[in-house]
């Protein structure tokens, strides 16, 4: 291993790592018999649904730049890992010593040319070693062998597009990725005029695979782009609720074209 000239850049290590222990033991005692009912009562799947949702929420604290909310978030991702290790130790399939020392091993083996004799000159000679260390260890036969498929489907979208291109498999510029959308969307127009709901819904797929692909061309992630045009159209309509109930009406009791005008003036008051 490589030896670095220096102090170690560890924020306050021992501090750190003693409050994670610390972490760990008030987990251990929640899942005692002495502990809380509720935690006791939960398996790997019910935490899988809370760890699921606190990812999204620190997500959601990241790109929104609050930066203490992504602090707490964080906190409550680490609990849940906390959590998942807990319940494995007790049926005796692996601890959170095996789940550091894994992590550890693999950050070391992935990374040659920090810790190792390995030698890569940019970011993309990084990624495409640390692809084909990853597959020799998983001895995966494919490419795609290893996609996530509890993910949000756009995000796989997005995920199967990084493993085609990685392998040369990609357009070279963009007009030629835009092109491809432009052609699934006139396939679904023709979809559209069958009326044969399997035929739209495999061009709808079509439509937004080749979305996601446009994205990560671009360097977009698909799914936080759309998590984001999610929250600016509620904000949007919630102008529209609002701005109706200083009229004296409710949704339902106005016309499109109210709807219309007063969504044309939320689009200048929430820009985005």
Avoid at 92 to 105: A, K, Q, R, V
Avoid at 128 to 151: C, F, H, L, N, Y
Avoid at 190 to 200: G, L
Wanted: net charge negative; aromatic share 10%.
């Amino acid at each position: 291993m490589k030896k670095f000239k220096g102090r170690r850049i560890m924020e306050d290590f021992e501090s750190a790592g003693g409050k994670f222990a610390r972490l760990v033991e008030i987990m251990d005692v929640l899942r005692s018999e002495e502990g809380c009912p509720w935690d006791r009562e939960q398996d790997e799947k019910t935490i899988a649904n809370f760890f699921i949702e606190e990812v999204f929420e620190a997500v959601e604290a990241l790109y929104s730049e609050d930066y203490p909310a992504l602090a707490e978030e964080l906190g409550d991702v680490m609990m849940e890992v906390v959590f998942l290790a807990r319940i494995a130790k007790e049926k005796g399939t692996f601890t959170m010593t095996d789940i550091l020392e894994g992590i550890n091993n693999k950050m070391i083996r992935r990374h040659p040319h920090v810790f190792g004799t390995g030698h890569q000159e940019n970011a993309d000679e990084v990624r495409e070693s640390w692809i084909k260390q990853k597959r020799k260890e998983k001895e995966r036969t494919s490419a795609m062998d290893g996609v996530t498929k509890s993910s949000p489907a756009l995000f796989t979208s997005f995920q199967i597009g990084m493993r085609a291109s990685s392998f040369g498999f990609d357009w070279k510029e963009y007009p030629d990725v835009l092109q491809k959308v432009k052609e699934e969307i006139a396939e679904l127009e023709k979809a559209v005029q069958t009326k044969k709901k399997r035929e739209i819904s495999d061009e709808i797929g079509d439509v937004l695979f080749s979305l996601a692909n446009l994205s990560r061309f671009l360097g977009v992630n698909p799914e936080i782009a759309l998590r984001e045009s999610n929250e600016k159209f509620m904000q949007r309509f919630r102008y529209i609720e609002t701005a109706l109930e200083k009229e004296g009406k409710e949704l339902g009791q106005a016309s499109l074209e109210e709807m219309d005008k007063i969504w044309e003036e939320a689009k200048k008051t929430h820009k985005g």
